[in-house]
């Protein structure tokens, strides 16, 4: 059995559970959480989190990209979320490398170049700092007030605020 | 106290609890897992993931993007997955509006507009396939044979593969 038929299985006995839940789209605490895909990371158990509410976005580093803003973007103007959190945290993948080494390591198995870069960082609070301020300068979100970025520590499971 | 005060006094519990399971950065069950931000779908209940089995990637409809690609690429060069799963739902904000008609409503707020696409579709098995074209076209990835792509009912809780 390959590991996506085992998690579809598992999926099959959650239909009648989330029946009888009926969130609706808007997110219950009209917040959306940017946090790095990380495995280590829930923000669910993390954050006390249930299903319906809030917006979770994930991507390597928890960085805000174009597509962050987008999804952002959606989330006040379709969905009437305000307030952001950005949760990045300590021995990231993204802190291990640098966008020249895995431009490199990606020169090992084709010619071109992606049209991205990794968006590897080594200050991990400057890091958060970067993504807080593209989300606060963003001309494209209804709310940028309520935006606070923290540092989660994969040691000791704390979670700091970068001010 | 604001949400993101409640959200951050619930990780003050959490800390003692991370501490005490040490999953490693390489998720154990090697597979990345693309979904939907929406606030009704969560992955960890849905599929039964547990911390440090799986990377998971989520924007405004599940949708692959740039971004996705990226991650995607960090997720297979740097953490050893090699399994792709992505999730789409039924009710997607993405679904009940078009590009033009969010640029519309953006442009209630301001005079440019942004550089991406809201990305809006009308038909949830096209956009799932579409994805998963990207996925499977990528050069950058070192794996492209366990793509899947899958719609999730909103409604009646299922999981559906699309074929």
Redesign the interface.
């Known amino acids: 059995m390959?590991?996506?038929d085992?998690?579809?299985a598992?999926?099959?006995g959650?239909?009648?559970?989330?029946?009888d839940s009926t969130?609706?789209?808007?997110?219950?605490?009209?917040?959306?959480?940017v946090v790095c895909?990380?495995?280590?990371?829930?923000p669910?158990?993390?954050?006390?989190?249930?299903?319906?509410?809030?917006?979770?976005?994930?991507?390597?580093?928890g960085i805000v990209?174009?597509?962050?803003?987008?999804?952002l973007?959606?989330?006040q103007?379709?969905?009437g979320t305000h307030?952001v959190?950005v949760i990045q945290h300590t021995?990231c993948?993204?802190s291990?490398?640098t966008d020249e080494a895995?431009e490199q390591?990606?020169r090992a198995?084709?010619i071109?170049l992606?049209?991205?870069a990794?968006?590897s960082f080594d200050d991990l609070e400057a890091s958060i700092r970067r993504s807080l301020q593209l989300v606060r300068s963003c001309?494209?979100l209804?709310h940028r007030g309520?935006v606070?970025g923290?540092a989660f520590d994969?040691?000791?499971?704390?979670?700091n605020?970068v001010v």
Chains 1, 2 share one sequence.
């Not at 969130?23 to 959480?33: C, F, K």
């Not at 895909?37 to 829930?42: E, T």
């Not at 669910?44 to 390597?60: K, P, Q, S, T």
């Open positions: 390959s590991v996506i085992r998690l579809v598992h999926a099959e959650y239909a009648a559970e989330h029946r969130p609706t789209a808007e997110p219950r605490l009209s917040v959306a959480i895909m990380d495995a280590r990371l829930s669910y158990a993390m954050l006390g989190v249930d299903e319906g509410d809030a917006h979770v976005i994930r991507n390597a580093g990209t174009a597509d962050t803003l987008r999804s973007a959606a989330s103007h379709l969905l307030s959190m021995d993948g993204l291990h490398t895995f390591q990606l198995y084709t071109s992606p049209p991205w990794l968006g001309p494209f209804l309520d606070r923290f994969v040691e000791s499971g704390e979670l605020e």
